[in-house]
């Protein structure tokens, strides 16, 4: 297979891994920094869905023949960084072992297609949108707090989506790490990044708080935020997968990867579009191999884990949440997008949002849960009819049809 591989099929697996780790990575390390996690931890975190990602990538795309393109949980990082402060780590690892079992028994059983179908996808939406907006926001407070930082990131950031969208975060990150470099920015924290460089494993504990902060808004935006967009890619571009082997497997690997910080691995979407299309190579049998290339480097990213934390750890907190937050923007944006796009659900959908994004805790449950039950009980609330209504409705029908008095046969 290697003899044949052709560069652009080599460049694009590799590109496809780099966006990740220099983009979307970076949200771990913050929702660490904000759960106060030893290097270790997240050297194992790293550890765990890079492996993740590694082992069900290479086999999908080789069983398939398809460029299945998997990743960790980016809108489940995303949620970490609200929920994850707030449990004890062992709680959020059963939150983890949760979340993994409940995307394996959805997958196992066949039931993805028709719990996407039942579920509002107006409401999953709003709640990631929810959950995003409390960090994207917070580049306005960085903006005047470390204006010479972070201004010139967010400018390099949506000049890059203007001229070249896939790369528009590594420019910005560049940009970040090119000022920071000159403004003598840089701190070295080496000493922390030595203790671990693999597998650490953590006893999952099973509590109330890990069950509705974490593992159920952690299992619903990997279905939907994550596979049913990722499934649309590869049907997007004549991929026939069936549904029930991704899921199965992801939610199978994220289970036992979870004692080990993996908080769920799934599979992509934007940067699985690289490898699906005709840039990656003209003939669509041939891209499979994108995905065997992707695969590889979340191994070897696996393998040496450890230093790549100790790398980012040099990064400044300020560096981090912001492109952290520039990350999100665009999932922010779709979610946005797709929660007010529906004319049906639309006030749910925005009752939805703003609970999560209210961040409230009552009784020990975050907003995440309260965000979608008042946003399921404001949809039944406006889709419910009475039952005068429903037979006011019938007869009416019922009359329209009748004969008008002209058309009645004399």
């Known amino acids: 297979m290697f003899k044949s591989l052709p560069p652009s099929i080599l460049i694009t697996g590799v590109l496809t891994i780099a966006v990740g780790y220099t983009g979307p990575f970076l949200i771990i390390v913050h929702a660490a920094q904000l759960a106060g996690l030893s290097s270790a931890q997240l050297a194992s975190w790293l550890w765990a869905v890079s492996l993740g990602s590694g ?41 983890f072992v949760i979340a993994g079992l409940l995307v394996w028994l959805v997958g196992i059983s066949g039931a993805f297609d028709a719990l996407m179908k039942r579920f509002p996808p107006a409401l999953a939406a709003a709640l990631l949108a929810g959950i995003l907006f409390r ?17 010139p990131m967010a400018l390099a950031f949506f000049a890059g989506r203007r001229l070249w969208p896939r790369y528009a975060l590594i420019g910005a990150l560049a ?55 990722g499934m649309a890619v590869l049907k997007n571009d004549g991929y026939a997968l069936p549904a029930r082997a991704p899921v199965t497997i992801l939610g199978a690997l994220s289970l036992l990867l979870a004692p080990f910080g993996g908080h769920g691995v799934v599979l992509a979407a934007i940067t699985a579009a690289m490898c699906t299309g005709a840039e990656c190579h003209p003939d669509q049998q041939q891209r499979w191999k994108a ?59 925005l009752l939805t949002f703003v609970v999560a994004a209210s ?42 049809a009748l004969p008008t008095p002209a058309e009645r046969p004399r």
């Open 55 to 95: 082992i069900a990538g290479l086999w999908l795309s080789w069983r398939w023949k398809m460029p299945v393109i998997t990743a960790w949980s980016t809108p489940g990082a995303a949620v970490l960084l609200a929920a994850l402060p707030g449990v004890p780590y062992p709680q959020a690892v059963g939150g």
């Open 135 to 151: 960090f994207v926001v917070e580049l306005v407070p960085a903006a005047r707090d470390h204006a010479t930082l972070v201004l």
């Open 175 to 229: 940009v970040g790490a090119g000022l920071l470099l000159q403004q003598g920015g840089w701190h070295s924290t080496a000493t922390l990044a030595a203790s671990s460089s693999g597998p650490l494993w953590t006893t999952p504990q099973f509590s109330l708080s890990g069950l509705s902060n974490i593992a159920l808004p952690l299992a619903l935006v990997a279905l939907t935020g994550q596979f049913l967009p």
């Open 291 to 349: 995905g065997i290339v992707a695969a590889l480097c979340y191994l070897i990213v696996a393998a040496v884990g450890g230093s790549l934390v100790a790398l980012l750890l040099l990064l400044p907190k300020a560096l981090v949440m912001a492109a952290a937050a520039l990350a999100l923007f665009g999932t922010l944006a779709s979610s946005l997008s797709a929660a007010l796009g529906s004319d049906s659900q639309r006030e749910a959908a």
């Open 359 to 400: 961040g409230v805790s009552i009784a020990g449950i975050g907003a995440p849960l309260w965000a979608l039950l008042a946003g399921v009980a404001a949809s039944a609330v406006l889709r419910w009819q009475p039952g005068w209504r429903t037979t006011a409705g019938v007869n009416a029908a019922a009359c329209a």
